[in-house]
Each structure stands twice: as C-alpha cells, then as structure tokens.
C-alpha cells in the first residue's frame, strides 16, 4: 500500500477535470469528511452504468452520514458528464481521458492491487 494513501488519511492533492470543465483536487472534494474514491472505465461499460446507478441509491445514505463520493472515470470531459447525467448522479465525476490515475496501481500500489484483485477473483468465483 503507498504510504500516503491509508484508511482514514486525507487524499493526495491529485487534480483533475470535473464534468463541469472545473479543474479539482482530490484532497478539495475531500475537505475534513471521509471520501469514497470510484475508479471507473466509463458511461461506455455495461458493468461500470450498472454499479453506478446503484451509488445513486447509496449516495443518498452517504450524505447523511457525512462522507462524501467522487467517481474518477476514463472518458473525455463531454463523456463524463453525459454519463454522470444519465444516470442521475449528483456527485463530482472527475475525467481522467489520459489514464494517468486511473490505473489503481497509481491509488493503491502495485502489492495491494494484486492483493485485491486475488481478493475479488476468489469471490467471483465464490459468487459466481
């Protein structure tokens, strides 16, 4: 796990664009609450719509609670905030087109990446 990114610790100050063509900081949206960092493809994948047409049910118990959400997605600006409205989300979408975070080895580390990705295959399997 990088050392500067552990449960309860404020984000890196990573900056990118918002759906509004806003450049934002993650360590901004964050302020003094807790953050749930969404790493997606896109409004493009099937799995990606579908998990967040979910988080529009759950972001809803979020800001009750105080904590905060921000989806980090591959697409271009325009993309980004087509997919973020279609869905009827209402939290910051932030565009990443040249991949330069989205890769979650650059959030998380390379060991803890592969850690959860046997975590998750296990369970798939399990679900499955």
Not at 30 to 38: E, N, S, T, Y
Not at 72 to 100: K, M, Q, V, Y
Not at 101 to 121: H, L, Q, S, V, Y
């Amino acid at each position: 796990m990088r050392p500067d990114v552990v449960p309860g610790a404020r984000f890196p100050d990573y900056e990118l664009t918002d759906h509004t063509g806003v450049h934002r900081k993650l360590s901004e949206l964050q302020a003094q609450d807790p953050l749930i960092l969404v790493l997606g493809r896109g409004g493009y994948c099937p799995k990606d719509r579908r998990q967040h047409e979910a988080l529009v049910q759950l972001h809803r118990e979020l800001e009750v609670g105080y904590c905060r959400l921000v989806t980090i997605t591959t697409d271009n600006i325009t993309l980004t905030n087509e997919f973020r409205t279609g869905i009827g989300a209402h939290w910051p979408f932030l565009s990443d087109a040249g991949t330069s975070m989205n890769d979650p080895c650059t959030m998380i580390g390379d060991e803890a990446f592969e850690e959860a990705r046997r975590k998750m295959d296990a369970f798939n399997v399990c679900a499955g």
